[in-house]
């Protein structure tokens, strides 16, 4: 049996092979394989990073909404509440500050360290799969992203080989202070920019030389999109950890000011013109940051002080040549020599101090050496905080950072933390010796950094978010934006409420909470706010189980504290500790409860 479909022709093929869309599909994917094939080194160290960022995290994968990261499980939940409130953006519900916690009051978001940019960033993966998720994947990522990105700038800008930029990348990213800053430090962490800053300000640098363009004068298109450039990924970062921008800031300075000693012809040559393109980039950036940064400083609840001890802050001089407790070979016993597992910002061990005293002795007067060594003394000095502490105890000599304190900006940075402006500055001398005698000097810097590799990050379980709110059934109490209390209320040693809303995906607010505002002495900033009386009642029944003698003054303040929330209604979990004792205590200031799932509720 014969078909009378009709049969395409040789020619028919050939014209439908040589239709233009055929062509651009073709060229298109040629071009996409000539891409793949470039860097396709680059994209397997990549991986070869976020393997390594895994394993170290790989703990916390196991099951994101059930456990936390066990040495800073606080920050964690305030973090994670962060990203709730940040992919409201995806809903059209966000702005610079929020009234999803502390009502009736609310928080100032620029004036926490809220990581907006990631938040709005990762939007979709946190209403898909929640904030837990969003939070595991940043960490996560932050580590393999800054390896990445500083591996890239070793390679490209500074044109190490491989081997030694892949080397300098690992040590960026997963040094001991970033491993440490992992304990739910997101705007820490995420460092991924900052060598997008180094080489932007490079670029723009090498424009500014009158060789560099037509001429004889300065390239004046590459030094505009550079300075436009700069302005575009500082405002980003902003967004992101403005901490981490200070340091990155003033760590660039000192490098500017010893190359300016160093090479007098070039600063001649260049200066001028440099400049010039850092002042547009600095008008440009004000553009975009000017209202952020005055809601942030002077706006509603914003604060303008940092709240946070220098003195208590500041690194112990011995940790620098300790290693980390969460090193493989680390030791517990060097833990007291830093604040907590969130700060071992120091920890390099004495024998990467060694090498790199090395590096800088053999490598000579280079501009770059001279400036790298200059940077790692300053930051480290200012480290030390405004007393030299050595194992433990305090010196008395003052330390450089006594000259800044006090200052505007500065005193909202931890002493402690100039250290994480170190290692990126290791690095670059550690990639500059590797790449000139590859042999010779990995065996040496290998020895040095192995006793950094990290162990895993531990884990613990977290108290489950009641049925009650994942299942949505707080609805019954509380219309989407009312307020709901929770027993017993959120502060920032307890935030674990604060997990409620999280899950809701911060459509409820909640009095009180885990947050800075302007709530201390005279209007200076504060972790939290004052407990309320009733807060206060229940924060005690909660620790101690005891039942207290309630009154009519009781109930009096309990109906005026939830007119002051503005709250709907109040909720207890039952597997709460002390429950009993917590729900006859609430029963007493409000009635009789209502049961619901896993939880018991009163309307107010």
Not at 41 to 53: N, P, S, T, V, Y
Not at 67 to 85: G, I, K, R, S
Not at 333 to 347: D, H, I
Not at 383 to 406: C, H, I, K, N, Q
């Amino acid at each position: 049996m014969s078909s009378r479909a009709p049969i395409a022709s040789t020619d028919d093929v050939a014209t439908q092979a040589d239709h233009p869309l055929a062509r651009v599909r073709r060229l298109r994917l040629t071009r996409w394989g000539r891409t793949f094939a470039r860097h396709r080194i680059d994209l397997l160290i990549g991986l070869f990073f976020a393997a390594l960022a895994s394993a170290l995290t790989h703990r916390l994968w196991a099951d994101p909404t059930g456990l936390v990261l066990a040495l800073n499980p606080e920050d964690q939940v305030l973090y994670e509440w962060f990203l709730a409130v940040d992919a409201r953006a995806l809903l059209g519900d966000f702005g610079l500050s929020t009234d999803r916690l502390n009502a009736p009051d609310g928080v100032n978001l620029m004036a926490n360290t809220s990581v907006i940019a990631l938040g709005v960033l990762f939007a979709p993966v946190t209403l898909l799969f929640g904030a837990p998720v969003t939070f595991a994947l940043l960490v996560t990522l932050n580590l393999a992203g800054t390896a990445t990105a500083w591996y890239l700038l070793f390679s490209r800008t500074l044109r190490a080989r491989r081997a030694a930029a892949t080397l300098g990348g690992a040590l960026c990213g997963l040094a001991p202070g970033m491993v440490s800053q992992s304990n739910s430090h997101l705007h820490m962490t995420a460092q991924w920019l900052l060598p997008v800053i180094v080489w932007l300000v490079v670029r723009l640098l090498r424009a500014a030389e009158p060789v560099a363009g037509a001429a004889g004068g300065p390239d004046r298109r590459r030094l505009t999109t550079s300075a436009l450039g700069l302005a575009a990924v500082v405002s980003v970062q902003v967004f992101i950890g403005e901490e981490v921008l200070f340091l990155a800031a003033l760590t660039l300075l000192v490098m500017a000011v010893t190359m300016v000693v160093a090479d007098r012809d070039l600063a001649r040559r260049a200066l001028p013109a440099f400049t010039g393109a850092m002042a547009l980039a600095t008008g440009a950036a004000l553009l975009v940051l000017a209202r952020p940064l005055w809601f942030q400083f002077a706006g509603p609840l914003g604060v303008a002080d940092g709240m946070f001890s220098p003195h208590y802050f500041s690194a112990d001089l011995r940790s620098w040549w300790a290693v980390s407790p969460l090193s493989l070979v680390g030791n517990e016993r060097a833990a007291r020599l830093s604040t907590g597992p969130a700060e071992y910002n120091t920890f390099l061990g004495w024998p990467l101090l060694v090498v790199t005293v090395g590096c800088v002795v053999w490598l000579g007067r280079r501009p770059l050496v001279l400036a790298c060594a200059t940077g790692i003394l300053v930051m480290g000095a200012l480290s030390l905080g405004p007393e030299v502490v050595f194992d433990g105890t305090g010196t008395g000599l003052p330390g450089p950072y006594a000259l800044l304190g006090g200052l505007p900006v500065v005193d909202g940075a931890l002493p402690m933390r100039f250290a994480l402006a170190v290692p990126p500055l290791i690095a670059t001398l550690l990639v500059l010796a590797v790449d000139r005698a590859l042999p010779s000097t990995l065996v040496a810097v290998a020895v040095a950094v192995v006793p950094l590799i990290p162990a895993p990050l531990p884990t613990a379980h977290r108290p489950p978010v009641p049925e009650f709110v994942t299942a949505g059934h707080w609805r019954t109490c509380v219309e989407p934006g009312g307020v709901l209390v929770p027993v017993p209320l959120a502060t920032p040693k307890q935030p674990w409420p604060m997990q409620w809303a999280t899950a809701a995906d911060a459509e409820f607010s909640m009095p009180q909470g885990f947050f800075i505002g302007p709530h201390g002495r005279g209007g200076s900033a504060a972790m939290g706010v004052a407990p309320r009386p009733t807060s206060a009642l229940l924060a005690e029944v909660a620790r101690s189980g005891l039942r207290p003698v309630v009154g009519d003054e009781q109930r009096r303040r309990a109906a005026a504290d939830v007119e002051h929330w503005g709250a709907s209604c109040v909720v207890l979990a039952a597997d709460t500790a002390h429950s009993d004792s917590l729900r006859l205590t609430v029963e007493a200031l409000y009635g009789p409860a209502t049961r619901l799932s896993d939880a018991w509720y009163w309307r107010v």
